[in-house]
């Protein structure tokens, strides 16, 4: 999971550039190669409940 990890802060720091990159992580499950192209907006709604911390709160 730390080569997960690291390939998507790559993604993230990619996307300050890009629209669009790829998540590319060779012998990731029982020797078998991901890759992945993600947009920026898939990349968003994948990660919303992380980027959106305050929803996470319950408001008293």
């Not at 992580?25 to 992380?50: C, Q, R, V």
Request: with cysteine; charged share 25%.
């Amino acid at each position: 999971m730390g080569r997960l990890k690291v390939a998507c802060e790559k993604a993230k720091r990619d996307f300050s550039s890009t629209t669009q990159t790829s998540i590319d992580i060779d012998g990731f499950y029982d020797g078998a190669d991901f890759s992945m192209k993600i947009t920026w907006a898939k990349f968003e709604a994948l990660n919303d409940s992380f980027f959106n911390v305050s929803s996470m709160w319950k408001i008293v």
